[in-house]
């Protein structure tokens, strides 16, 4: 059976989320925008699934919006909010660490709409401080997008500061500043509590957290200025058109409702075998680098691992982990068959070398203490193995 050490790119649908879904492909499968029995059957069970949500993220149920993605939902964000706001400045405020689907969505702004982009850099363990985003402010910024969790490293973002800064910019400026943090790869394993947070917008991916592929969250705050990006029908309180997947919905407001509850049990456990998993690494390894914060420190999600290997192929060595049973991802984008070197890394001054042969182990409820003392035993001989192999050439 297959060690799944990949849970930052996706996790296991809960059988409980599948269950709840079921009924709504079948029996219930009416359109929930119709007024017949069928139809609103289907609205009710995306209003209470937008109960489930609101109550994990202390919102109100009005300000939730049901996406198809993370990235979907970062799109509509970012974009709704810069458009509604171009007559008061066209300057975003980014980070170069960012997701692709902030980033890309930033640069497409930058280039074909006349908006003006900053990116600020991270420190070396990925951090964004309040003071550089509270500096990178003008009178003409009018979004801010910074992420919860990086979803390579694992670095935790001061958000609430973030958004303290932001706030006393606007007083100074006279006009709002939209906050979007994307919030991905918190579920399950930080507070998403959007008053503590202080964001105006968060997005969220169903599928990182137990539920089904294809279902995104967008936390909306209602004052927020937004201009819809999708044309159509009046769904989603006309913020985003066309007909809502019902079953999807239905299993993504069970499946946060249950991470949120497991989170104080779940979270200490994944940790400690994180921690033992870092450590042996970094203990038995030569030239092994730990990308992020420091494991087990604070800043750190607890099921977080990215190490870079000096003098290693880091494809070899995911191939060689896939053949003994392991299922691991580098930490960077595979594009057209070869490894780019990864672009947060690389903010975060790391070495092209490094920034192209990371792993990235990211850890989920279901492993256990014999899946770490696998992966420890198979790993060091991999990474011989194939800087032996590179050596030779």
């Not at 995306?46 to 919102?59: E, F, T």
């Not at 870092?278 to 087990?296: C, E, F, W």
């Amino acid at each position: 059976m297959t060690i799944y050490l990949d849970h930052a790119a996706t996790t296991p649908v809960d059988p409980r989320v599948v269950e709840a879904m079921l009924p709504y492909f079948t029996g219930q499968y009416g359109n929930p925008s119709s007024i017949y029995g069928l139809g609103q059957d289907a609205a009710r069970a995306i209003d209470s699934a937008r109960d489930q949500v609101a109550g994990v993220l202390n919102a109100r149920n009005g300000d939730i919006i049901f996406t198809g993605g993370g990235t979907d939902s970062d799109n509509m964000a970012i974009r709704g909010a810069a458009y509604a706001l171009k007559q008061h400045g066209s300057h975003i405020i980014t980070s170069a660490s960012e997701h692709h689907a902030v980033i890309h969505t930033c640069e497409w702004l930058e280039n074909n709409a006349g908006f003006s982009v900053t990116y600020l850099k991270p420190d070396g363990e990925g951090v964004i401080s309040a003071e550089q985003v509270a500096e990178a402010i003008t009178p003409e910024t009018t979004v801010v997008t910074i992420m919860y969790v990086n979803n390579e490293t694992g670095t935790i973002q001061p958000i609430p500061e973030i958004a303290a800064a932001i706030r006393r910019a606007e007083d100074e400026h006279g006009h709002r500043i939209v906050f979007h943090t994307d919030a991905v790869q918190g579920a399950g394993y930080l507070s998403l509590d959007v008053e503590t947070l202080g964001v105006d917008m968060l997005s969220l991916s169903a599928h990182k957290f137990h539920g089904p592929k294809g279902v995104g969250v967008l936390f909306l705050d209602r004052d927020a200025p937004f201009q819809p990006q999708t044309m159509g029908g009046s769904q989603e309180r006309n913020r985003r058109a066309g007909t809502e997947n019902t079953a999807g919905i239905v299993g993504t407001g069970l499946a946060l409702q249950m991470a949120d509850s497991q989170r104080a049990e779940i979270a200490p456990h994944i940790a400690k075998l994180s921690g033992r998993l870092g450590k042996g690494i970094l203990s038995t390894i030569p030239d092994a680098h730990l990308n992020g914060p420091p494991v087990g420190d604070p800043w750190r999600l607890p099921n977080n691992v990215n190490i870079s290997f000096a003098g290693v192929e880091i494809e070899s060595v995911l191939i060689n982990l896939d053949i003994a049973g392991i299922a691991a991802s580098s930490g960077s984008a595979c594009t057209s068959g070869s490894i780019d070197p990864s672009h947060v890394l690389i903010a975060m001054g790391k070495s092209h070398e490094l920034a192209r042969n990371s792993l990235r182990l990211t850890l989920g409820r279901d492993n256990t203490d014999a899946d770490i003392d696998k992966t420890l035993d198979v790993l060091p001989p991999i990474i011989q193995r194939v800087r032996a192999l590179g050596s030779s050439r």
